[in-house]
């Protein structure tokens, strides 16, 4: 069965922008989770979406959102981008949120 | 809050030897503990997971993993490794059955041929 699909897979975007990615889970999914994977700060959670509500919130600012749609599919939004946003952006989702994750490819944000 | 850590951050090995790879995490209260692989160029795989039972668990590729309460870790093994498995390692903890991952830091295997 097809895995997590995220897209676009590639972003450059310029400090102030705003960006939204996208997530389509695992068929039959209906917890969507979203990662930041960078050198200095590893894997850190954002937010987590069950059923179109949002569960679990990690510590970055306001600027960072996410919704999930009644398909399960998800977005994620950056707003007022800065130069430290500059990531690896995961995608993750399991049935239910609690029995293990399946990971996409991810989407790698550049802001200059 | 939990933490996960994982010790090692780089480790060079040839092939053949074995490996075993440190991740311990501070919670007090039920955790869900998981290894995820990232191959270079690829995304995030499940190696194996711990939910409960028998504390020493087979995954993927040869690997397995050992769950000690006492010490609160989960060890990646591995009896004989090969230049494939040269990749990053992740130790993840999901705790009192929740929604999120906590990660460690991860750990570079090189595998030298």
């Known amino acids: 069965k097809a895995g997590v699909t995220q897209t676009p897979r590639y972003l450059i975007k310029t400090r102030g922008q705003q960006v939204t990615l996208s997530c389509s889970p695992i068929?039959?999914?209906?917890?969507v989770s979203w990662y930041q994977q960078t050198p200095g700060q590893g894997l850190q959670f954002l937010f987590e979406y069950f059923s179109e509500t949002q569960r679990n919130k990690g510590n970055f600012p306001g600027r960072f959102s996410g919704r999930q749609f009644s398909n399960s599919r998800s977005e994620m939004n950056v707003s007022t981008l800065e130069l430290g946003d500059s990531a690896l952006y995961l995608c993750a989702s399991s049935p239910t949120g609690t029995v293990g994750y399946t990971f996409g490819s991810g989407t790698r944000l550049t802001v200059v | 809050a939990q933490s996960v850590s994982q010790h090692n951050h780089h480790v060079i090995l040839s092939e053949a030897a074995s490996l075993e790879l440190g991740c311990n995490y501070s919670?007090?209260?039920?955790?869900?503990l998981f290894w995820y692989v990232q191959y270079p160029g690829q995304h995030l795989q499940l190696l194996l997971k711990y939910f409960s039972g028998d504390p020493l668990v087979k995954g993927i590729k040869g690997f397995e993993a050992e769950f000690i309460k006492s010490k609160f870790s989960f060890n990646l093994r591995k009896p004989s490794v090969q230049w494939s498995d040269t990749a990053e390692y992740f130790c993840a903890v999901n705790a009192d059955a929740g929604n999120m991952l906590t990660f460690g830091g991860g750990t570079r295997l090189m595998v030298k041929p």
């Open positions: 919670y007090g209260g039920t955790v869900n």
């Open positions: 068929s039959g999914h209906r917890s």
